[in-house]
């Protein structure tokens, strides 16, 4: 019987199996952040151990850091625990080491999910793992990534392996062609809203189908990223050409030559690239569940509630409580209508937003910025009136480069938006980035659950085509209309 991409890479990783299912998994990548490593470095500490594989680790700040002030060095972390959480990284990887480190203010510096592949970090057929529960993110690459507890990034340092059960296949098809201005966002958030965020617990998602293949390296990341809110640890998608052309060249991928950072090929590339053409479900791989969507169906998306599932087309109106059938769901729609300030039977387009973010490891790489730099120059208006910010965070360091390169944050500046150092920023309101109470926010972000963005605030999941035309209209618009 054929094998999914998926039993691929477990086989190949796959240490010891215990009759129950329990299973010990060799990991090759650990991506470590802020928030989730200072107990586990403490921990292995104390118990006096060391890191296993040094060289698997590869460390940068992001939660926590500001996205603005940077002139003043770390005196301009004005939160003390934050600070605190940014310093013990620093001193923590000074005393393991890593294979690299991009601490606060590097210039690679950015969201630990953005980083890794545009390091060649992320690598075809890995297992990657990050105390961090976006790391689906790097399936995008045919990695097999998924986020793991502090405990389990102790356990990970000390012993370069994961305890895990297999889980179950899930395909997730996306046929045909998207229509103009719809993008990775949009076809994530309708798989969610039509699968719902339990719909792929105890699954691994494989996103397939021409709709995923025509996207870009960036767009494949945006799927994947969301795989956790549908309730999968991990997604994946094949590995084609452009998984190879992006990796190619990186500075931590093979064939590239360390002290030049200039791509020279050879040997290790050759074999590797001859193993990565082996990543993709065999033509008669079985699944445990399939799920099609059509592309040509889906509407630029827009979440209403407070949960990524409470999510409809921009044309469709703020759904009504009393139409729900089952009373589960009718409460939740009427405590997240109470939550999110929405009456049933609103459009869509008539809620206005008082702030605007463009970021998170969603949505920060360059295509998205370029993406929403496009719609801003298109619609030639400035951040509208009742719109109190509008932010513009790049993913990292480079991205904030390579977009300066294209005169992106000009654009953005002119019409009034915010141009931000990177950092995860008020995807989650770690560092001053925040919705005060009742602020109604377009973000580019993955959760937009109760207070995620600053207490009491209201967040609207969206791309970032039509969070960049929230900005300058202050409301929702079809940003098909534009495009
Ligand atoms: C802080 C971190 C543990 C958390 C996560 O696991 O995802 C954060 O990145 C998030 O997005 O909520
Ligand atoms: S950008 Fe948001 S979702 Fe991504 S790692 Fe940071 S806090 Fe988590």
Known sequence: MGRTLYDKIWDEHVVHTEEDGTSILYIDRHLVHEVTSPQAFEGLRQAGRKV?????????ADHNTPTTGWELGYDGIADPISKEQITTLDANIAQTGAAAFF?????RQGIVHVVGPEN??????????????????????????????TSEVEHVMATQTLLAKKAKNMLVKVEGTLARGVTAKDIVLAIIGKIGTAGGTGYTIEFAGSAIRGLSMEGRMTVCNMAIEAGARAGLVA???????????RPMAPGTDRQTGQFVGGVEWEQAVAYWRTLHSDADAVFDAVVTLDAAQIVP?????????????????????????DATRRSAIERA?????????????????????????????????????????????????????????????LVKEQAEREGLHEV??????????????????????????????????????????????????????????AAVHGHFVDIRQFA
Not at 103 to 107: D, G
Not at 446 to 453: D, I, S
């Open 103 to 107: 601490p606060f203010m590097h210039k």
């Open 412 to 469: 953005f500046k002119a019409a009034g938006f915010e141009w931000r150092e990177p950092g995860c920023s008020m995807c989650l309101a770690m560092n001053a980035d925040r919705l005060e109470p009742g602020e109604r926010c377009a973000s580019t972000s993955n959760r937009n659950f109760e207070g995620r963005q600053g207490a009491g605030g209201r967040t609207h999941l969206v791309s970032p085509a039509m969070a960049a035309a």
């Open 52 to 60: 296993w594989r040094v060289s698997s680790i590869v460390a940068t």
């Open 120 to 149: 060649g970090a992320t690598l075809p057929g890995m297992t990657v793992v990050c105390g961090d529960s976006h790391t689906s993110t790097h399936g995008a690459f045919g990695a097999l990534a998924h986020g793991i507890g």
């Open 239 to 249: 590995v084609d050409d452009k998984t190879i052309d992006y990796v190619k060249g």
């Open 301 to 325: 998306q827009v979440t209403w509630g407070t949960s990524p599932e409470m999510v409809l087309g921009v044309d469709a109106r703020v759904p009504d409580p009393d139409k729900e059938k």
């Open 337 to 397: 209508l109470t939550y999110m300030g929405l009456q049933p039977g609103k459009p869509i387009h008539d809620i206005t937003v008082d702030k605007v973010f463009i970021g998170s490891c969603t949505n920060s790489r360059i295509e998205d910025i370029r993406e929403a730099a496009a719609v801003v120059k298109r619609l030639g208006r400035k951040v509208a009136g009742n719109v109190k910010l509008a932010m513009v965070v790049p993913g990292s360091g």
